[in-house]
């Protein structure tokens, strides 16, 4: 149902190289760019997530209660790319670990403070 969340950036390079690189194990490579947005996705298809540059050309704010969350298919690829996260300048959230029956989640803040989770259902 979701074709793409976007989420507001300071430097869309920057930006544009965290995701790549903490994505790359899911396959996820840019699928457009104008210079302004860029989508990421994985050659399955499915949801992509934007990075931009504000349109109105004002400062990027993360939203409060806005959160990403990216199902990479199994706990373990949680731990792994919840680490890389870290590794590449995101911050802590939230460890990973079991939340509730049935879901498994690591919480993290990019460079520009956007959160996100990785989770596992099941």
Do not use: W
Request: charged residues 20%; contains cysteine; aromatic residues 10%.
């Amino acid at each position: 149902m979701i074709a793409y969340t976007t989420i507001g950036v300071k430097d869309l390079d920057q930006a544009k190289a965290f995701y790549l690189a903490l994505l790359e194990e899911l396959g996820g490579s840019v699928f457009m760019d104008t210079g302004r947005l860029a989508a990421l996705g994985t050659p399955q298809g499915g949801a992509m997530l934007a990075v931009c540059t504000p349109y109105d050309e004002g400062e990027p704010n993360p939203g409060n209660g806005n959160m990403v969350a990216i199902a990479p298919g199994s706990t373990e690829l949680v731990d792994k790319l919840y680490a890389r996260a870290l590794e590449l300048g995101g911050s802590d959230e939230g460890a990973p670990g079991q939340r509730m029956e049935g879901f498994y989640g690591g919480y993290f803040r990019d460079p520009d403070g956007n959160k996100v989770c990785f989770c596992h259902f099941g």
